[in-house]
């Protein structure tokens, strides 16, 4: 068998991605990994239904934002109260794209991730 089980953004600064992900979506850290140096941390993230996880890494000595490239990959969620939300994410003003023809928007992260909200069909 495979499954999947964790997906996994670089951030810049946790506490800040972490406060986004709590406010945005409801994700709630599951379980940490610290490094005895001190140099890494990585924090998974939950959504408190599924097994699959987000993981945060943080790397301590990275000062310069990521390379995200075209940004031509993102995560997704099915959302069962999508109009709430939707404004929720509009008075977070991190909406970067939406897409009404297909029922679905965009937002993005502190560090430029995007993540695709699906409404539940």
Same mark, same amino acid.
């Given at each position: 068998?495979i499954k999947f089980n964790?997906? &996994?953004? &670089?951030?810049?600064?946790?506490?800040?991605?972490?406060?986004?992900?709590?406010?945005? #979506?409801? #994700?709630?850290?599951? %379980?940490?990994?610290?490094?005895?140096?001190?140099?890494?941390?990585?924090?998974?993230?939950?959504?408190?239904?599924?097994?699959?996880?987000?993981?945060?890494?943080?790397? %301590?000595?990275?000062?310069?934002?990521? &390379?995200?490239?075209?940004?031509?990959?993102?995560?997704?969620?099915?959302?069962?109260? +999508?109009?709430? #939300?939707? %404004?929720?994410?509009?008075?977070?003003?991190?909406?970067?794209?939406? &897409?009404?023809?297909?029922?679905? +928007?965009?937002?993005?992260?502190?560090?430029? +991730?995007?993540?695709?909200?699906?409404?539940?069909?």
């Amino acid at each position: 068998m495979i499954k999947f089980n964790h997906f &996994n953004f &670089n951030v810049l600064n946790l506490e800040k991605s972490l406060d986004f992900y709590a406010r945005a #979506l409801d #994700l709630k850290p599951v %379980r940490e990994k610290e490094a005895s140096d001190g140099s890494f941390k990585l924090v998974y993230l939950g959504d408190g239904v599924s097994d699959f996880t987000l993981e945060l890494t943080w790397l %301590r000595d990275r000062k310069e934002p990521y &390379n995200l490239g075209e940004c031509e990959f993102h995560l997704a969620f099915h959302v069962d109260a +999508y109009e709430e #939300l939707h %404004r929720r994410h509009q008075e977070m003003g991190c909406i970067c794209f939406e &897409n009404p023809a297909m029922g679905i +928007y965009f937002i993005t992260d502190p560090d430029g +991730y995007w993540i695709e909200i699906v409404p539940e069909r």
